[in-house]
């Protein structure tokens, strides 16, 4: 037996309706929990930007919601000036590029260390950037680290990866 073009429509709407009603419930549910977790996020916080602690910052924890990484980017032998000159440029460039991150705010901005703050898109849960420059071993340290919960399902790596690249891109040129 062979079904007309419309009687095909007809038994497929059932399915498509069922599907639009589940896609619906969950947006609901999303919307009506969000409040909710800004404000145990607001109430709870686990942890903040740890800050330099004995000229380094701190290490991340086993928790994968943390990246670190040390940037080098010049040998320790090199003309002093002329490092000097490179590690100035590098702070600039790395504090434009912090200034222009989706949703942060920069908390502390010295010679030698920033500390950011950035809120996740929809939940609003804050993740805190940091970054120290040490001149005498020509490096600087890169951490992010989210505040609330156990992953972040890699937002941290990847936010410190477009800072390096970022930095990558302007001393190249």
Known sequence: MRLLKHEVVYRLIPSILHQVQIVLIILFVLIAI??????????????????VIEGSLAKCSVR??????????????????KLHDIASQHWK?????????P????????????HCESRSFYFGF????ELLHNEQDSRICFR??????????GVNKRRIAKLVRELNNATSN
Do not use: M, Q, W
């Open 103 to 114: 949703r942060s705010t920069i908390v502390t901005a010295e010679d030698h260390y920033i």
């Open 144 to 153: 992010s680290e989210s505040r609330v919960g156990y992953s972040d399902l």
């Open 34 to 51: 969000r409040p909710l977790l800004i404000y145990t996020n607001s109430r709870f916080i686990h942890s903040k930007a740890k800050g």
């Open 126 to 129: 804050i993740d805190d950037i």
């Open 64 to 81: 994968p919601n943390c990246y670190c990484i040390n940037y080098s980017y010049g040998d320790t032998a090199s003309d002093t000036e």
């Open 93 to 101: 460039v790395l504090l434009e590029a912090v200034e222009c991150l």
